[in-house]
Nanobody, 123 residues
Framework: QVQLVESGGGLVQAGGSLRLSCAAS????????MGWFRQAPEKEREFVSA????????YYADSVKGRFTISRDNAKNAVYLQMNSLKPEDTAVYYC????????????????WGQGTQVTVSS
């Protein structure tokens, strides 16, 4: 069982930046592919970004490409999402997820999920 705890959310003005963190409670963190998803009010959860076990391969939704950067530190059992040039449409609850075998955008391929952290971008 892997527990994931997100942090770093908050209220920011449009054009600002936030860095989300996700701490994983497992000794085998480096064996998991990691992803970030988000869910805006009254919308379905959507893919944001994913990263391979070593961090060499990264994937982004078109809506965040060029603005968000995913990274991981396997020594600290953590994955991060640096969010720059934030827009009001980025407002959502952001979730961290871990997958044993999959790096990508398909939500049901992820095995473990955090509780989420709220990001609110004001205009």
């Amino acid at each position: 069982q892997v527990q994931l705890v997100e942090s770093g959310g908050g209220l920011v003005q449009a054009g600002g930046s936030l860095r989300l963190s996700c701490a994983a409670s497992t000794r085998t963190f480096s064996s998991y592919r990691m992803g970030w998803f988000r869910q805006a009010p009254e919308k379905e959860r959507e893919f944001v970004s994913a990263i391979s076990r070593t961090g060499v391969n990264t994937y982004y939704a078109d809506s965040v490409k060029g603005r968000f950067t995913i990274s991981r530190d396997n020594a600290k059992n953590a994955v991060y999402l640096q969010m720059n040039s934030l827009k009001p449409e980025d407002t959502a609850v952001y979730y961290c997820a871990a997958s044993t075998y999959y790096s990508g955008s398909t939500e049901n391929r992820y095995d473990y999920w955090g509780q989420g952290t709220q990001v609110t971008v004001s205009s």
